[in-house]
């Protein structure tokens, strides 16, 4: 499965709260986003035209995506069609968790303050973890992404359906829906930055993200920080003293343009 990023997309998208208007392919083919919840009134089922019919936009309450939709403009005798196609997110969307159990790591830890340090010895504590008793256990950590697949319906009677890009390509909307994930048990994990899965104590919990329109979950996936323990063996460092961006055409999809990025360890400068 091919990831790829709705920034290079569409950078204003919000879950369909804001305006939407991207150029692509013609200029008489806009491509807009919604988000899924329920059906609006009839005659506008796909996006909605402002007031003052200076923009087509989607308001997150789209139920489906449509291909080839026709917005009508008059003015007297005069009539324009706009030919939109309006796009939203499968559900349910899913979350990639690039470890989904997570274990103390080994001789880690840090300080924590006075008022959290235990107040009593164990007779079960080993000696290390005795040693340890004013400091925190270390987790290892995990990357977290919410990945989607954005379909629209073809036009017919049977409305086929149709992938942004191909089937194969899932698009990362992580930084979308930030503000609408949540874990179930917080005190087993947390989430830094939305993107960091950081083990805190030895249980389960379930990475969620919630529909900002309603209480359904969009998504959820199962993590387990575990009792059993692992050691660093190896830390590598590397140099980075800049960056080289190259560009590539995509043989199968003459849409799709790869970047890939390459840190460069060569001090080519004085002072550098």
């Keep these: 499965m091919k990831i790829g990023s709705s920034v290079a997309i569409q950078s204003s998208w919000k879950l369909g709260r804001e305006v939407i208007g991207s150029q692509e392919f013609t200029a008489q083919h806009w491509m807009l986003f919604g988000w899924v919840h329920r059906p609006p009134e009839e005659d506008s089922t796909l996006s909605r035209v ?33 030919h939109i196609t309006v796009w939203v ?7 990639e968790v690039s470890d989904t159990e997570l274990s103390q790591i080994k001789g880690w830890r840090v300080p924590i303050v006075a008022s959290k340090r235990p107040t009593r010895e164990s007779e079960d504590e080993d000696e290390e973890e005795r040693r340890g008793r004013g400091c925190a256990l270390q987790y290892q950590r995990a990357t977290v992404r919410v990945l989607t697949q954005f379909v629209s ?8 359906l149709s992938h942004l890009l191909s089937p194969d390509w899932q698009f990362d909307i992580t930084h979308l829906v930030t503000e609408f994930m949540k874990l179930e048990e917080p005190h087993v994990a947390t989430l830094q930055d939305s993107r960091i899965l950081v083990g805190r104590e ?7 993200v919630l529909s900002p329109l309603s209480d359904s979950i969009l998504a959820e996936k199962t993590v387990t920080v575990l009792d059993d323990k692992v050691s660093v063996t ?8 800049g960056l080289s961006v190259n560009l590539h055409p995509n043989t199968e999809n003459s849409k799709v343009i790869t970047a890939v990025a390459t840190a460069e360890e060569l001090l080519r400068t004085p002072k550098q």
């Design 50 to 82: 402002s007031d003052r019919c200076n923009y087509v936009f989607v308001n997150g309450k789209e139920i489906k995506g449509k291909m080839d939709a026709v917005v009508n403009f008059t003015y007297q005798y005069l009539s324009a069609p706009l």
């Design 89 to 95: 997110p499968r559900l349910p969307l899913q979350i």
């Design 153 to 160: 319906e073809g036009a017919g009677l049977w409305g086929q």
């Design 202 to 208: 030895v249980g389960m919990t379930t990475i969620q």
């Design 234 to 241: 190896d830390l590598a460092i590397q140099l980075m003293a």
